[in-house]
């Protein structure tokens, strides 16, 4: 068969097509099921005046990635199990043949990975940024296998577990389910003291429980006490049902209470304000809820309104989540010290006490990212207390700020693992991706002001509730027995004392400020109430009662606060009217530093420390700075840099300054390993000086650090890090100089475990341990552990109210003395 002949005309259209199709298929990457076509084609391409165009090659950019190498006894590992934590549920996968174990297409943030099999455990291995080559050695050691069963009065319900919180480890709370018998088995927990904690809907754990694991089998049994439910009413003075009034259990004689409030988001990267280990509260004390003297919200239990964390000055502290700097206070004026307040979504903020430091250059509106720096631990504001975080965190409800516990936050945040950079802030970082909405649970009443409380477990509590026309009041003290409900429970509330007032400016009435309403100080300080002035500057705020701080605030103007006290007789006929005058915004601070040479001065902190309006910025490279606005007055300024001496100058707004930097001179310190002579990084350098002047460094990679802009005089140095016992050293600075290579040895430090009893043999709880510069405090077990203790001949001694007691030892560097028994005198 002869195929008929095609015109030239057409061949010439039909070869364009093929081109324009295989071009297509060379540079967009189409398949084609036509294996010959470029073979067809060639010689065509060879031969044509037309060319297709070259298409650079794209290259997709490799996703972050982590290579988890896991090994036994020099071994590679197979059939490991792996999980990978980011402060959400963990995400696990196995080994292969290799040892090898991977999670690809992670988002980047920091990470904690551990490996178990069978009665096999790693250590923690922490990541803080992933990418695309990350790469995680996994060493597997005897742990202990737990085995037991939970028994209740009456069948458990599905979903019920137990849960495995390390106390003196660092390690992953673990959890493992109940079977339909309440029987339990978990391998893989590491050797030291752990908190076992049962959880099942409608029942109750009498009494806390610790294991101290040792690497081998052990066995637990837990009975549960049926949980009761507490079932009330909220009325007015009339008898009238109150609805959406929120209801907290306040506790009478030390039980556990169920919290009415939690906060929950599984999207949420939550990351431990501490970095190196999981810091959590070491003795009961610490704990949300712990006893505390006077007046204290009553969700916060006894009194304890966050939790304390660390143990160490001048330690980092980062933001738990991503936010916004609410507030902070730089100075240290209340029992909370300096402070800052982050906003997280859902009306959910997280409070940072006690700073030694707030961060150089945060300030309030300025975006921060979960893991950002925001100061350094301390003991501002209760000055009596050891070096501590207090940690809180707050929601926002009609107008009212609650205290919720942290703990639950705390235990599966993500640890870094180490402190990241503390460096001043010179430009405001990028706003992050908002985290999903946080979600906190509470209690309300219903539109017939009935409420009902489940999980609560025997003891005698008072119910409060809170509504928004109302002030605060409690019920009558009622007992719940356990598995029986407590019921009949009434709350009345009676109205309470009435303030209005109006706000003022210099050209008359202030529409839209906001008047707030705010009970207590420092740590347990809380909003009550909360409005915002009419057109005619004119505000109105009910159910006030006790003692309350009124704080005005208004854009473009500087705030004002005043105390009121509001007696609790017959505050139902109080009425009080305030009126308040701000001064307007509508002035300048301007200058220019000098360095002592006489050139700009730049990158130095200037900051409002006595003033109306408080404002902070940075020098430029002239040296030139601008507050803007302030208010009108008289201000002192503090000036801060980490070349020149802190100087403070006074400025009358809408003047300019020049002024000259006072000169410093400086110390470098050289900081080594006593036993290998080898530099240490990432060890604090605190220094104090004449005139209670402070400075801190961190070595770097050669154990180096340079404290400069000093004043003159004697300064004592200290080197505190980590396994490590303290060194100190006295330098003389001079004008000028830089005392060179000042050497700081640091000896390995020993580590204490054992348990305090009386003379009966029992244990105690709350006694102060110490050894030199290490202390703690015995936990509800009466265990202790002390870290980074002085070596040589030293005496253990513990104390509880005039009761005393002493241990001998002998400690070389590094030593690890496990089970030791101090006695306690009658």
């Given amino acids: 068969m002869r195929w008929p002949t095609i015109p030239p005309r057409l061949r010439r259209v039909g070869t364009l097509l093929e081109l324009v199709a295989v071009t297509l298929v060379c540079t967009l990457g189409i398949e084609s099921d036509l294996p010959d076509v470029h073979e067809a084609v060639a010689p065509m391409l060879a031969t044509t005046a037309f060319h297709a165009p070259v298409m650079p090659t794209v290259t997709a950019a490799p996703k972050p990635a982590i290579k988890v190498h896991v090994v036994s006894n020099g071994a590679p590992a197979a059939d490991a199990e792996v999980s990978l934590h980011d402060g959400n549920k963990p995400i696990t996968a196995k080994t292969d043949r290799d040892g090898i174990a991977r999670f690809v297409d992670v988002s980047s943030g920091p990470y904690e990975l551990w490996a178990t099999r069978e009665a096999l455990a790693s250590p923690i291995a922490r990541v803080d940024n992933v990418t695309p080559e990350s790469s995680v050695e996994l060493v597997l050691a005897a742990a202990a296998t737990v085995r037991g069963r939970v028994t209740a009065s009456g069948p458990l319900p599905s979903g019920a577990a137990m849960h495995f919180l390390p106390l003196d480890i660092d390690q992953p709370v673990r959890t493992v389910p109940l079977d339909e018998q309440g029987r339990f088995a978990i391998a893989g927990l590491a050797r030291g003291h752990w908190r076992v904690e049962a959880e099942a809907v409608g029942f109750v754990q009498p009494e806390p429980r610790v294991l101290e694991l040792d690497g081998k089998v052990a066995t637990v049994d837990i009975a549960l006490e049926r949980a009761s439910s507490v079932i009330g009413t909220v009325v007015d003075a009339n008898g009238a049902p109150v609805a959406k009034a929120t209801i907290v259990l306040r506790d009478q004689t030390g039980a556990p209470v169920r919290n009415t409030f939690s906060v929950s988001a599984m999207d949420t990267r939550w990351v431990h304000p501490l970095a190196g280990i999981r810091w959590l509260p070491a003795h009961e004390s610490q704990l949300f809820g712990a006893p505390r003297p006077g007046f204290r919200p009553a969700e916060c239990g006894r009194g304890h309104c966050g939790l304390d964390l660390g143990n160490t000055r001048g330690t980092v502290v980062h933001a738990i989540a991503n936010g916004t700097i609410a507030t902070l206070f730089p100075e240290n004026r209340t ?328 000169a410093g001179g400086g110390v470098r310190c050289i900081v080594r390993d006593a036993q290998s002579r080898s530099p240490l990084a990432g060890v604090r350098i605190e220094a104090t000086g004449p005139g209670g002047q402070t400075a801190s460094r961190t070595t770097d990679a050669k154990g180096s650090a340079d404290l400069r802009g000093l004043v003159a005089g004697e300064w004592k140095l200290s080197a505190r890090g980590a396994g490590y016992t303290i060194a100190t050293a006295v330098a003389s600075v001079r004008i000028g100089r830089v005392s060179q290579d000042v050497q700081l040895e640091l000896s390995r430090g020993a580590m204490l475990t054992g348990v305090v009893r009386d003379s009966r043999g029992q244990r105690v709880s709350g006694a102060r341990v110490s050894l030199g510069t290490a202390s703690a405090v015995s936990d509800a077990d009466g265990n202790f552990r002390l870290t980074d203790v002085p070596t040589g001949a030293g005496t253990l001694e513990a104390d509880l109210d005039g009761r005393h007691g002493a241990l001998s030892v002998q400690l070389a560097p590094g030593d690890e003395r496990n089970s030791l028994t101090i006695e306690l005198s009658d």
């Fill in 335 to 662: 029992e909370a010290g300096r402070v800052v307040v982050i906003q997280h979504t859902g009306g959910v903020k997280s409070f940072y006490m006690h700073l030694d430091e707030i961060r150089p250059g945060l300030e309030a509106g300025m975006p921060i990212r979960a893991g950002d720096p925001i100061g350094l631990l301390g003991t501002t504001g209760i000055l009596h207390s050891a070096p501590h975080l207090h940690f809180a965190m707050t929601h926002e409800l009609f107008g009212r700020t609650w205290y919720v516990d942290p703990l639950p936050i705390i235990q599966k945040a993500v640890v870094l693992p180490a402190a990241r950079p503390y460096e001043p802030i010179l430009a405001p970082p990028p706003k992050p991706e908002l985290d999903t909405t946080l979600a906190v649970a509470t209690v309300t009443t219903d539109a017939k002001g009935a409420f009902r409380v489940d999980g609560v477990a025997p003891g005698t509590f008072v119910a409060v509730a809170y509504a928004p026309e109302y002030p605060p009041a409690g019920s009558s003290p009622f007992t719940v027995m356990g598995g029986k409900d407590a019921t009949g429970v009434i709350v009345r509330l009676n109205p309470g004392a009435l303030v209005d007032g109006r706000v003022l400016g210099p050209h008359g009435s202030i529409a839209g400020a906001t008047v707030t309403a705010v009970t207590g100080f420092g740590e347990s300080a809380n909003k009550i109430a909360m409005t915002t002035t009419d057109k005619n500057g004119e505000f109105v705020l009910r159910s006030l009662a006790g003692k309350i701080t009124l704080t005005v605030s208004a854009p473009g103007y500087g705030e004002a606060d005043r105390a009121l006290v509001i007696e609790d007789r017959d505050r139902s006929k109080v009425r009080r009217h305030e009126e308040f005058r701000l001064t307007i915004e509508d002035s300048t601070l301007r200058g220019q530093l000098f360095a002592p040479e006489g050139g700009a001065a730049a990158g130095v902190m200037v900051r409002v420390i006595e003033g109306t309006t408080r404002r902070r910025s940075i020098t430029d490279s002239q040296g030139r700075f601008t507050l803007s606005p302030v208010a009108s007055g008289h201000y002192v300024l503090e000036l801060s840099s980490p070349e020149y001496p802190t100087k403070r100058i006074t400025l009358e707004s809408g003047r300019w300054i020049e002024t000259r930097l006072d």
